[in-house]
């Protein structure tokens, strides 16, 4: 069956434009991540969806980054007034159910540069 | 919180040779562990995971990992290594709603 879906994978945006980054989730996984990954370094959380509970927002870096996810489903990350340092690969990962032994599947990621 | 610790930034092996990546972990209870895959440019694949019972978990592309309660250890391994096995090897656990990765391994594998 289809992956995790993830577009654009490629965005260059200017210094204080907004983007919207958007994934497309396993069907049928209740559980949603993103994450940001800097230069092949380590995963750094940034928020989790749960079927319809208030998302997990505590790894957002600022109040520059939103996310939604409409009907449980396709999630947008929202990045406002876009600055140098956010200039990273962004991933998106769903999971069956988010707690427990359910392992994640991850999409291939949207590569964000800011010029 | 629960949380997981690659030691070795880099791990280099000629091909044929074994291969083991290490991890420990800090958890509080029972701790589901995983490990990842990352190919260059592509998203992280789920290659294991323990959950209970057998220490000895087998995985994808021939890998498996051993998970030893007393090291709070839970290394990936493969008897013999291949040059396309080459990529950045992750190390989470689970924690509560959230997955804790560590930093990653980078994997070299040498002709």
């Known amino acids: 069956g289809a992956g995790v879906s993830q577009s654009p994978s490629n965005k260059v945006t200017e210094k204080g434009k907004d983007v919207e980054l958007r994934c497309d989730p396993i069907s049928g996984h209740t559980a949603l991540y993103w994450y940001r990954q800097s230069l092949g370094q380590g995963l750094e959380f940034l928020i989790y969806f749960q079927g319809n509970s208030a998302p997990d927002k505590s790894g957002l870096p600022s109040d520059r980054f939103s996310a939604e996810r409409t009907g449980g489903s396709v999630s947008t990350l929202t990045i406002q007034r876009t600055q140098q340092e956010d200039s990273a690969v962004y991933l998106c990962?769903?999971?069956?159910?988010?707690?427990?032994?359910?392992?994640?599947?991850f999409g291939p990621g949207t590569r964000l540069t800011v010029t | 919180a629960q949380s997981v610790a690659q030691p070795e930034d880099q791990v280099n092996v000629a091909e044929g040779n074994p291969l083991t990546v290490k991890c420990t972990y800090s958890?509080?209870?029972?701790?589901?562990l995983f490990w990842y895959v990352q190919y260059p440019n592509r998203g992280l694949q789920f290659l294991l995971k323990y959950i209970t019972g057998d220490n000895l978990v087998k995985g994808s592309y021939g890998f498996e990992a051993e998970f030893n309660k007393s090291q709070t250890s839970f290394h990936l391994k493969k008897p013999s290594a291949l040059v396309s096995d080459s990529a950045l090897y992750f190390c989470?656990?689970?924690?509560?709603?959230?997955?804790?990765f560590g930093a990653g391994t980078r994997l070299t594998v040498k002709p």
């Open positions: 990962a769903s999971s069956l159910y988010g707690q427990g032994a359910y392992e994640q599947y």
């Open positions: 989470a656990v689970r924690d509560g709603n959230d997955m804790r």
């Open positions: 958890v509080s209870g029972n701790p589901y």
